[in-house]
């Protein structure tokens, strides 16, 4: 079993920044690939950007330039650097980690508003 837990959402104005991370606990040393996830209200959970044990990374062409995932595989931490934001980032962000099954944590409300 694996438990994630997000930090660092909020309401952010146009153009402003935010950091979310995630860390995990429990079957951690068997995670391959850590990432988030988005849901916007009454659409589909979407990738945002995931990245695996070697530091191969893939993004959304919706947020490629303006996110950044990094992580830090002896904490099982993972980041994402939000910049230049927009109001269509506005959603629920979901870490997801990948360990034989998926595991999801409990999800960070972002707000993109002025």
């Known amino acids: 079993q694996v438990q994630l837990v997000e930090s660092g959402g909020g309401l952010v104005q146009p153009g402003g920044s935010l950091r979310l991370s995630c860390a995990a606990s429990?079957?951690?040393?068997?995670?391959?690939?850590m990432g988030w996830y988005r849901q916007a209200p009454g659409k589909q959970r979407e990738l945002v950007a995931r990245?695996?044990?070697?530091?191969?990374?893939n993004y959304a062409d919706s947020v490629k330039g303006r996110f950044t995932i990094s992580g830090d595989n002896a904490k099982r931490t993972v980041y994402l650097q939000m910049n230049s934001l927009k109001p269509e980032d506005t959603a629920v962000y979901y870490c997801n980690a990948f360990s034989g099954m998926a595991y999801w944590g409990q999800g960070t409300q972002v707000t993109v508003s002025s």
């Open positions: 990245i695996n044990n070697g530091g191969l990374t």
């Open positions: 429990g079957s951690i040393a068997s995670i391959n690939v």
